[in-house]
């Protein structure tokens, strides 16, 4: 089912970017495992699949310790700054960084470990309240300036989630400001390569809009039962 489920999202993923004449090698798919288990995430391994994503520290850990670095790891959770050295240990990406303590904080436990952390910047593209990322653009260039001096901080782009919405307007106006943002910082040579936008229910938006990191989870691995909450 999982290796079924990623072909046709693959085909998927290469039909609208071939549409919209873009190489579908610039668009990374992360699976997202949250809530599921290590036997799922071997079927998606064994069906090619080799980046995943996790929202919670204390699973990432778990799922870490049991696969190790076979597969690589993207933290996409909001992240407190007492779990930041569980996320340094583990993530070879953090995309989540949305505030400039918390890239202090992970900095620090990165220079610890004697290690480059990767991390994009969550920037919040709507209005909606229950989303979190950094709103102005003033303070994403503040991070961003930090993350230049900051020695173990390799920032590579920007990250943002689409309001909850049915409304395709208001997810495209998101990520279009995220696309737009990017290329305003690019024009003062932040040098920013990521786009992490798109899940299962609006990344055909997020390719359109320049998504080069899709973050999907349900069209993988089914829908998720809370039942470790
Ligand atoms: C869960 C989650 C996803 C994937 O959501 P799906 O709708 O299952 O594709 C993507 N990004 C973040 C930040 C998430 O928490």
Redesign the pocket.
């Known amino acids: 089912m999982i290796a079924e489920n990623l072909n046709v999202l693959r085909n998927k993923i290469d039909q609208i970017c071939e549409k919209i004449n873009r190489d579908p090698k610039n668009v990374k798919l992360i699976a997202?495992s949250?809530n599921f288990g290590v036997d799922e995430i071997r079927s998606a391994m064994q069906a090619g699949q080799t980046e995943f994503?996790e929202?919670r520290t204390q699973e990432l850990v778990s799922k870490f310790d049991s696969l190790g670095n076979q597969v690589i790891w993207h933290f996409?959770?909001h992240l407190q700054k007492n779990k930041v050295k569980f996320a340094v240990r583990t993530a070879d990406y953090i995309?989540?960084v949305d505030s400039l303590s918390l890239a202090e904080e992970i900095q620090k436990h990165a220079e610890k470990l004697g290690k480059t952390q990767k991390i994009l910047i969550q920037a919040k593209t709507s209005e909606e309240e229950t989303k979190s990322g950094v709103t102005e653009k003033e303070e994403i260039k503040n991070i961003a300036n930090y993350c230049i001096y900051a020695s173990n901080l390799n920032l590579i782009g920007l990250?943002t989630?689409a309001p909850l919405t049915e409304d395709i307007n208001l997810i495209r106006k998101s990520f279009s400001y995220l696309s737009k943002l990017k290329e305003e910082l690019n024009a003062e040579d932040y040098n920013l390569k990521e786009l992490s936008m798109g899940?299962?229910?609006d990344?055909e938006i997020a390719i359109e809009e320049g998504a080069t990191m899709l973050?999907?989870?349900?069209?993988?691995?089914g829908e998720?039962t809370y039942y470790k909450e």
């Open positions: 997202v949250k994503g929202n996409i959770g995309h989540s990250m989630i899940m299962t229910s990344y973050r999907i989870g349900s069209a993988i691995f998720r």
